[in-house]
């Protein structure tokens, strides 16, 4: 699918992985580039230097007012969120700021959108603002997911509601924050529930890494006969997208007239250990795997791409193990 535009757009939390690998896929395409995010600039996932690049805390409610007043943007795209992976998430120590920063962010982003929007109507400009809010497959129900053979993530089975983590409960009431400012204010929002992103210039250590990734670090530092640790007895499954496809999505999202919340993720399910299997089947080495005690969250997750396929007329293909060895061959540069 080919883009030429010259839109102008915001990216929030544009010094992470997947805002940061946005941006580089709209500077493509011709989009004027605003970003930001709370880290300081240095840590940012690099990118061109066309974009115009800020540290801004989204939590500041005149921060935020003032940036969605004053940039006049044709799309949002809206990453922001205290966030991590199994380490950072399902150990319960850190709830409350999960909960407390991500919903003051969209607060914020939400209410600073409907004002903007107002403010752009009086001076006679009707044009709406797009915006796009990632959501999470952390928001489907516990129950759904324990038979790691045949998980549940269809996108109607959200309800009635019962996440297995409160990161899932925010992301759900975001959802409904999203929804209530399309219906009540006129808002134009895209909703995705993301299923295990990953790719290079992701987390790879240090406890807020997802699956994929850890899994590398882990076979390329074990070394030759050595072993790696994987939480749980490995039986758990998951599906993982790699985040070029996961950027095609969402553009394609945008670029559509959907107003339903669709799942974007692999539906290329598999267990926790096979997974390790890959990363040291990649890495060459004789590695064992050592099951040990740990977070796991659900017993099985994987995205169900009925509505994607049914409603854009496309849902990711790329196999898992292609993504693995370009993301092992990245991280291995960096432990270099």
Known sequence: MSYKTSKRALVCGAGGFIGGHMVKR???ENYVVVAVDIKPLEEWYQYSNESTKFKLDLRDTENVEDLMVRGYFDEIYQFAADMGGAGYIFTGEHDADVMHNSATINLNIAKSCSKAMSIRSLNGDPKKCKIFYSSSACIYPEENQTDPENPNCEESSAYPANPDSEYGWEKLFSERLWRSYARNYGLDVCIARFHNI???????????????????????????????????DGQQTRSFLYIDECLEAVRRLMESEVEEVINIGSDEMIKINDLA??????????????????????????????????LLDW??????????????????????
């Open 315 to 336: 849902a990711p293909s790329q196999p898992l193990r292609t993504g693995m060895e370009k993301t092992y061959k990245w991280i291995e540069e960096q432990i270099k």
């Open 198 to 232: 990953f790719g290079p210039q992701g987390t790879w250590d240090g406890g807020k890494e997802e699956a994929p990734a850890a899994m590398c670090r882990k076979a390329i530092q074990a070394g030759h006969q050595g072993a790696m640790e994987v939480w749980g």
């Open 277 to 310: 299997k890959m990363a040291i089947d990649i890495s060459g080495n004789d590695i064992l795997i050592k099951n040990i005690p740990g977070p796991e969250g659900v017993r099985g997750r994987n995205s169900d791409n009925t509505l994607i396929k049914e």
């Open 26 to 28: 709209l500077l493509s």
